[in-house]
């Protein structure tokens, strides 16, 4: 990434805070100019205004082995800049104005982002439509780009915790083109994508047609309007974008032992099936997400830091591989000698908390944490804005969406812990991947010596 | 975790996101805190506070003046401390569940605790930053133990991550034995070798709050923090007064650069790295803002930056950065990364980027892109001041360490109309001709 994106990227990331907005949730519809519709959240404190645009439908119609231009297309898309400036000018323009774009591709869509301050919406978005509708998609800038993220691979697949991931989605996604995708394995595969290829992409994906529009922040209705109307400018009316075939992760009940002598160290991932992020309860298993693994109170933290000794970290969170296949993991590096112990510990602790669920005590202090982060998420234009956009794609209505928060501070023990009991899968049937350089690590069901050989673990 | 200047080098150069962001706060609230001065409170050498009443809790901060730079013995010590130093003050509320989050960390020259919680923790929190100053409570087999959790946290920052490896090797060239050379989290051999007692004495030795600023963020004003810290200053330790700020005189550079071969890097790195005496009569703060304006026209894509020649026009490089740090003894410290991109022979990009560093000691920067770039950082500061109260907290803490003061945002929004493009330019000069610049070279093959 360029170094002034990077710092811009950084400062996103450094700073926060937390208000609501000073009419709660209110989404308004409304039509643009040439007929778009969108949804808007008014957030009349918010310092700037994001417009969220989700081209529906996944990247299924691209070969296997070219899966990852689903990635790379959009990183394309902006680093190239427009055949109307390059992208130093470009950038610099952005900056000026306090604007930024952002793109990025889901497994059913293609999330384009316009930010901006009230005001400067308009020129905002036609730097977007310089790059949208005139891309300069320079074969230098794919060379480069492809290289770096070959390296990216590379470095990531020499990790313990890139080889357990790469593991875990050889066993668990078969032949499905989302592997590529995901895994992006073999990275060669990312050295036969070509301009045709991007311009192919970009002529599928960015149109006026099959495509949801949200925006959050201060600006008003009509700048909006006019926002979205200049960012669309000369796009074409039909989207021919298309949906991976459905995917069946699998995740066998066993232990598997990767072991590679030229490891420094040791690395636990255990994974296992949720409901879908989008079904109810989402939130119940959120918080029980967070009292197992995530803050330094965590129950796989204390047993496995504070007691155990044997880790710096070891933090547990929900995924997803597809729309419909969302994943609960655990996972950290922990001291070799202690790795079948640790293991047991970490049996025991998720076990506990599947059976007996969270503590009377423990409640109110977990709660806490995540009622704020939910705060936080809904304080952000751009996290209000996704949350209408992610609600549309899932078929729920905006409101749904915004209902997170709400939904997070009205959580009661008892429901949690019954979606714990009923919904968490148990130890036994969840994937429990061991990375080590030590033969005897653990006694596995499954011995590897490299992530390509999983499948035969399933 | 090394955070001297910062990390520059990154294990996986290339960040993947598709982005053109100039400053996305993103943030709804009422941003303006006004900063309140409550040094007179006693204790520590500065204390403010930041109210934010949007804020759902409370920040407090401490932020101490030492770091690895003052350690000696094996590499690590300043970082282990803190380890020890926040566990037992994590005691602060007795035992079992906290209503309260913590954390630490430390660099070559600050460790800073943090604690957040609702109005109700703010006690504890105090206690918390008190207990600070007290020789850590644990016990010797915790405490031992608790190098075993610092090699496993070196295993998580650093094992797998060449390009640390690399860092660390070219800052002890350019510094040798002197303390600015020194591995924040150490290695794996000298962890080992750390010692509870080595730890304490280094506490009992650098831990005084009269060095010590105390900054306090969120929904608590003047009236009601007043009486809570009053109560627990008083139980601040009365150390015998700080130790006089030491300043080594740096060594000199050596006349070689560094040449080290990682097998397991994805692409050969360069870190030129140096350091200055500053511009003579330029004041403290418009030295400071002048560090601030250059590093961020260096890293732009505006002409007079090193990435338009070198990253967008001529593809020479596949990523190139520079940071600009302000040193404890009053000199001024680079630290700019790259790695050749394409089939670009490692040694013609180091040649290049060294010709442009000279073009720009010699012909300095375009006066547009110095007020260009300035419009920049003014207009997105006003966005963050309006939108975001943490802006103004970031602003304290950064002036505060940069400066001995904290400023408040619209002190920071004037103090960027100070250099002007003379003083910018008296900066570079002094920066890339001077003889303390070393360039390292990783290479993934052998040379």
């Keep these: 990434m360029p170094p002034f994106l990077r710092l811009a990227m950084a400062t996103l990331c450094a700073l926060m805070a937390l208000a609501l907005p000073a009419t709660a949730f209110e989404v308004q519809s409304h039509k643009t100019p040439n007929g778009h519709s969108f949804s808007l959240l008014t957030m009349r404190e918010a310092g700037q205004t994001v417009v969220h645009f989700a081209w529906r439908g996944g990247d299924g119609y691209l070969p296997a082995e070219k899966g990852n231009l689903t990635e790379l297309a959009p990183v394309l898309l902006v680093q190239g800049g427009s055949t109307d400036m390059p992208i130093t000018e470009l950038g610099t323009r952005l900056n000026a104005i306090g604007g930024g774009l952002l793109f990025y591709t889901g497994t059913d869509a293609l999330h384009g982002l316009l930010i901006g301050v009230a005001g400067k919406m308009v020129p ?78 970009h002529q599928r994906s960015l149109s006026t047609g099959n495509l949801g529009i949200f925006a959050a922040g201060n600006a008003s209705a009509d700048e909006i309007g006019q926002a979205i109307d200049a960012a669309l400018q000369g796009l074409p009316a039909q989207n021919k974008r298309k949906d991976y075939p459905r995917l069946n992760m699998r995740y066998p009940g066993k232990t598997i032992l990767l072991h590679d002598p030229k490891l420094t160290k040791s690395y636990i991932l255990v994974a296992g099936p949720l409901p879908k992020n989008y079904a109810p309860n989402q939130e119940a298993r959120e918080l029980g997400m967070a009292v197992l693994g995530v803050s330094d109170q965590s129950r796989l933290h204390t047993a496995l830091r504070k007691e155990l000794r044997a880790t710096y970290a070891f933090s547990a969170w929900i995924s997803d591989f597809s729309r419909d296949n969302a994943v609960l993991y655990f996972q950290g590096e922990i001291a070799t000698p202690q790795v079948a112990q640790a293991l047991q510990t970490i049996k025991a602790s998720y076990t506990s908390l599947r059976q007996d669920g969270i503590g009377a005590v423990e409640f109110p202090f977990a709660k806490r944490l995540y009622a704020n982060r939910a705060k936080t998420l809904l304080s952000q234009p751009r996290d209000a804005a996704n949350m209408m956009a992610e609600a549309w794609l899932t078929n729920r209505s905006p409101a749904q969406g915004l209902g997170y928060g709400l939904r997070a501070a009205s959580l009661e023990r008892g429901t949690v812990n019954r979606v714990i009991a009923a919904e968490f899968p148990s130890f036994d049937s969840m994937t429990k991947i061991v990375v080590s350089p030590d033969a005897k690590a653990i006694k596995a069901d499954c011995v590897i010596t490299h992530f390509t050989q999983a499948a035969r673990c399933r | 975790m090394r955070r001297f200047i910062g990390q520059f080098v990154h294990p996986g150069f290339g960040l993947w996101a598709a982005a053109l962001l100039a400053l996305f706060w993103g943030f709804a609230g009422t941003a303006r805190a006004d900063l309140h001065d409550l040094t007179r409170l006693g204790g520590f050498k500065k204390i403010y506070l930041l109210p934010a009443p ?129 591995a924040v989290v150490g290695t794996s051999d000298s962890i080992a070798r750390l010692t509870p007692a080595d730890a304490l004495a280094f506490h009992a030795r650098h831990y005084t709050p009269h060095e010590a600023f105390l900054l306090i963020f969120g929904p608590i004003t003047p009236e009601e923090a007043t009486p809570l810290l009053a109560r627990h200053l008083a139980n601040l330790p009365q150390n015998a007064g700080p130790q006089p700020p030491q300043h080594q005189p740096l060594p000199p550079a050596p006349k070689a650069g560094l040449q080290m071969h990682l097998p397991a890097l994805t692409r050969d790195q360069v870190l030129v790295l140096g350091h200055a005496p500053a511009p003579p009569n330029m004041p403290r703060r418009t030295l400071v803002y002048a560090m601030i304006l250059l590093e961020s026209i260096l890293n732009s894509a505006q002409p007079g930056s090193l990435a338009k020649p070198l990253y967008y026009d001529d593809f020479v490089v596949s990523e190139i950065s520079i940071a600009l740090q302000l040193l404890p003894g009053g000199q001024i410290a680079f630290q700019l990364g790259f790695s050749p991109d394409g089939d670009m022979p490692t040694a013609q990009a180091t040649m290049r980027v060294q010709q442009l560093l000279q073009d720009l000691a010699q012909n300095g920067l375009p006066d547009a892109t110095v007020q260009s770039q300035r419009s920049i950082l003014q207009t997105n500061s006003r966005i963050a001041q309006q939108a975001n109260a943490r802006f103004a907290l970031q602003v304290a803490m950064n002036s505060l360490q940069n400066l001995g003061e904290a400023l408040d945002a619209n002190d920071h929004h004037m103090a960027l109309h100070r250099p002007s493009t003379a003083d910018l330019n008296a900066l570079v000069r002094a920066l890339f001709t001077s003889p303390s610049i070393i360039t390292a070279t990783a290479t993934k093959d052998i040379p």
């Design chain 1, 124 to 201: 905002t978005a036609q730097l977007m439509n310089a790059v949208m509708a005139r891309p300069a998609f320079d074969e230098r800038w794919l060379k480069r780009l492809q290289r770096s993220f070959v390296e990216n691979v590379t470095a990531d697949q020499a990790t313990t915790g890139g080889q357990a991931w790469r593991a875990l989605r050889e066993m668990g996604m078969g032949n499905h083109p989302l592997k590529q995708v995901r895994s992006k394995t073999p990275a060669e595969n990312i050295k036969k994508i070509t301009i045709a290829d991007v311009k192919d992409w």
């Design chain 2, 54 to 182: 949007n804020e759902p809790e409370i920040d407090v901060y401490v932020m101490l003046p030492v770091g690895e730079a003052q350690a000696t013995g094996p590499e690590g010590l300043a970082h282990y401390l803190e380890h020890l130093v926040a566990s037992s003050a994590d005691q602060a509320h007795g035992s079992g569940l906290r209503a309260r989050s913590h954390n630490a960390w430390t660099s070559p020259f600050w460790t800073t605790y943090w604690n957040r919680a609702p109005l109700a923790q703010m006690d504890d929190m105090l206690r918390y930053a008190t207990a600070l100053f007290q020789p850590p409570d644990l016990s010797d087999a915790f405490m031992r133990s608790e190098r075993d959790i610092v090699a496993r946290e070196f295993d998580l920052r650093v094992a797998d991550t060449p390009s640390a490896s690399f860092a660390k090797a070219a800052y002890r060239h350019l510094y040798g034995a002197h303390g600015y050379g020194r």
